[in-house]
């Protein structure tokens, strides 16, 4: 099993709608979770980070946390084109300040 | 932009040889962090520095060493280059929360 795991995708979503981006991670000590986008070819760039249980809003994006469940998710409402891209989860343990990165979901948007 | 600067930005090296690539922090940022992406993967932890102290490696073979310096930028080193090595090696800094990554150097070994 993977510590971090991910949908590869591709998901595809019309423009306008929510695109839901789901994360698991198997280190329940894990204490810190992250959310970064990547388009092709470029490097990752941070979007959110959730520290506690519940939900967290920025925008158009929403991370929601559940650690007992052990699954951290990402919402993206009123999905526009420029949000096709990869969507990297990453998860920072506790015992030391590595972050552990998920593969990544593709996301495209359709017009 | 993050502030984060990285040289080169691309690089062409055949198996055995050695690589050195660069790193400039994010101002205020004293950690540095070293990761390996291939195509279609996620990130692969390398190491992190904080103040000039190796804080962390992942599981790379001891070829792969770094040096992080008083100014906080950050060299990686590859010794014997082998034909896997070829990936995009990203260096992202941070000062305790999310890390925030350079544009990249995309290295291929031939």
């Known amino acids: 099993q993977k510590e971090v795991e991910q949908n590869s995708g591709p998901l595809s979503v019309p423009e306008g709608a929510i695109a839901s981006l789901n994360c698991t991670y198997s280190d329940r000590g894990s204490q810190s979770f992250f959310w970064y986008r990547q388009y092709s070819g470029k490097s990752p760039e941070l979007i959110m980070f959730?520290?506690s249980n519940g939900d967290k809003e920025d925008g158009r994006f929403t991370a929601q946390l559940n650690k007992a469940s052990q699954y951290v998710s990402l919402l993206i409402r009123d999905s526009q084109p420029s949000d096709s891209a990869t969507y990297l989860c990453a998860v920072r343990r506790d015992s030391n300040y590595q972050l552990i990165w998920g593969a990544g979901t593709k996301l495209i948007i359709k017009p | 932009e993050t502030g984060v600067t990285q040289s080169p930005t691309h690089l062409i090296k055949t198996r055995g040889q050695q690589v050195t690539l660069r790193c400039s922090s994010q101002?205020?940022?004293?950690?540095v962090s070293w990761y390996q992406q291939a195509l279609g993967q996620g990130p692969q932890f390398i190491f992190q520095?904080?103040?000039?102290?190796?804080?962390g490696r992942g599981n790379f073979p001891p070829r792969f060493s770094g040096l992080q310096f008083p100014n906080y930028s950050s060299e990686l080193n590859v010794n014997a280059l082998e034909l896997d090595d070829s990936a995009l090696y990203l260096c992202?800094?941070?000062?305790?929360?999310?890390?925030?990554f350079g544009p990249g150097t995309r290295l291929l070994v031939l």
């Open positions: 520095y904080y103040r000039e102290e190796e804080n």
């Open positions: 992202a800094s941070s000062s305790g929360q999310g890390e925030y």
């Open positions: 959730i520290y």
């Open positions: 101002s205020g940022h004293n950690t």
